[in-house]
């Protein structure tokens, strides 16, 4: 194959990726100091300590990116967004919880950045961080395991055989006999579930500290909405006898001195609160019960619309930093 030369200026795609992952990452550090700081668990510190050097070695590496193709550096989160030495707000117990959930994030959106990057370098760095993160993932999960804290999905103990569905029936949600929930559905519901359990604790601590009535009242209703999500998800497996995973509320200490402005507290849930909206809508791609999908739909509307507010509260406090943007050819017209 002939050597041909196909690093051409960095694509909107990639840079997008880059940016992104620089305002996450810069966050993430931001919480792992802090949770380093308090971490009593040796095994739990440790895998905290690797989470902070892969968000480390990212930062300065996405400096390294946008630095060659002569973007600024976003400003993301400091060490001004975090007081490490003020008192723990979560347990270890909680600690790893978080950590594992914010892994599967990092799976899915490193995934999607590789799926969009052109370039041979972006491509091999993102690459490079998705396998980084599935280990962060593995050992996260391993404690989890070994200190019995994790919840497992449920089981089917029913026999099992292949089969075909010959009644459009199975679809059937509303009237008359309704089939039990099936293993793919489930499944988008137990991970969600799990998802669902981590923001209402980490909105729970967020509201007892932040400075911002408007911050806290935020915290307040995103924790009541995932409260309410969570049991709808709930009622989905328990119509059928199968479990919920358990909750983390008891995780949350009494200290209400904030270790992170408003600011990051803030834009953390609002964007959790926004990528919900994708897991919903992959759970309801697969659902495949009438009544489950329009859950899901109804769900999303709501979700979508408090991340909205969220993001109007970061931008009426003038905390939301803008991704770059295509050039606006009317405004430079009319300035000409």
């Known amino acids: ?30 919480i792992l100091l802090y949770f380093i700081n308090h971490a009593k668990d040796e095994n739990i510190r440790e895998v905290l300590q690797y989470a902070l050097e892969l968000a480390e070695n990212h930062l300065e590496k996405v400096k390294q990116f946008l630095t060659q193709e002569n973007y600024p550096i976003p400003i993301g989160f400091t060490n001004e967004d975090v007081t490490v030495e003020a008192p723990p707000l979560f347990t270890d117990t909680y600690m790893i919880v978080y950590l594992q959930i914010m892994a599967i994030h990092g799976m899915t959106r490193y995934s999607g950045a590789v799926s969009i990057s052109i370039r041979e370098n972006q491509r091999q760095y993102f690459i490079k961080c998705s396998y980084e993160t599935m280990e962060l993932y593995n050992r996260a999960t391993n404690i989890l395991l070994h200190k019995g804290i994790i919840s497992k999905p449920p089981t089917l103990n029913n026999k099992q055989k292949i089969d075909f569905v010959k009644e459009q029936t199975f679809l059937r949600g509303w009237f008359g006999k309704r089939r039990p929930i ?3 559905e489930i499944s988008a519901a137990y991970l969600n579930m799990q998802k669902t359990l981590m923001k209402i604790v980490l909105e729970l601590g967020f509201s007892q500290v932040a400075r911002s009535t408007e911050v806290r009242d935020y915290m307040e209703r995103g924790r009541k909405l995932c409260e309410k999500h969570f049991n709808i998800l709930t009622s989905m497996l328990e119509e059928d006898n199968l479990h919920a995973p358990r909750t983390f509320e008891s995780e949350v200490t009494d200290s209400t001195v904030p270790p992170f402005s408003d600011k990051l507290m803030l834009y953390h849930v609002a964007t959790l609160l926004s990528t919900a909206i994708a897991y919903y809508g992959e759970a309801l791609s697969v659902c495949q019960r009438r009544d489950l999908s329009v859950d899901y739909a109804r769900m999303i509307t709501e979700m979508g619309l408090l991340a909205e507010d969220g993001a109007n509260l970061l931008i009426d406090n003038g905390w939301m930093e803008q991704p770059p943007t295509a050039t606006d050819r009317g405004d430079l017209a009319k300035n000409k």
């Open 182 to 184: 099936n293993a793919v």
């Open 1 to 30: 194959m002939n050597n041909i030369n196909h690093e051409t200026k960095i694509t909107a795609s990639e840079l997008a990726s880059l940016w992104m992952q620089y305002e996450n990452d810069s966050l993430s550090r931001c």
